[in-house]
Nanobody, 120 residues
Framework: QVQLVESGGGLVQAGGSLRLSCAANGRAFRINAFGWYRQAPGKEREWVAT???????TSTDSVKGRFALSRDDAKNTVYLQMNSLKPEDPAIYYC??????????????WGQGTPVTVSS
């Protein structure tokens, strides 16, 4: 099984930057993709960005040009660099991993979430 541990959230002024980290622990045949999602108070969880095992990245339109996703396979860690943070970005940010287990089941894991607050 894979467990995810996020870090890097906090309080930042509008226009500032934060870098979130998501470290994957445990054993899997392959981690197929990492994704970041966010959930603001009173809203549904929404997808933010994804990076696949081949390094291909996609992101939602509202963060294009501001957020960048990268991964360090040696550390089994993915990073979400968030720049030019806006008042609409505050939320709990969750990391997700889609992976193939050692017995070749397709599974998904979620981190505990890390809060991001943006002050105006």
């Amino acid at each position: 099984q894979v467990q995810l541990v996020e870090s890097g959230g906090g309080l930042v002024q509008a226009g500032g930057s934060l870098r979130l980290s998501c470290a994957a622990n445990g054993r899997a045949f392959r981690i197929n993709a990492f994704g970041w999602y966010r959930q603001a108070p009173g809203k549904e969880r929404e997808w933010v960005a994804t990076v696949t095992s081949t390094g291909s990245t996609t992101s939602t339109d509202s963060v294009k040009g501001r957020f960048a996703l990268s991964r360090d396979d040696a550390k089994n860690t993915v990073y979400l660099q968030m720049n030019s943070l806006k008042p609409e970005d505050p939320a709990i940010y969750y990391c997700n991993a889609r992976y193939t287990s050692l017995v070749f089941r397709e599974l998904s894991a979620w981190g505990q979430g890390t809060p991001v607050t943006v002050s105006s």
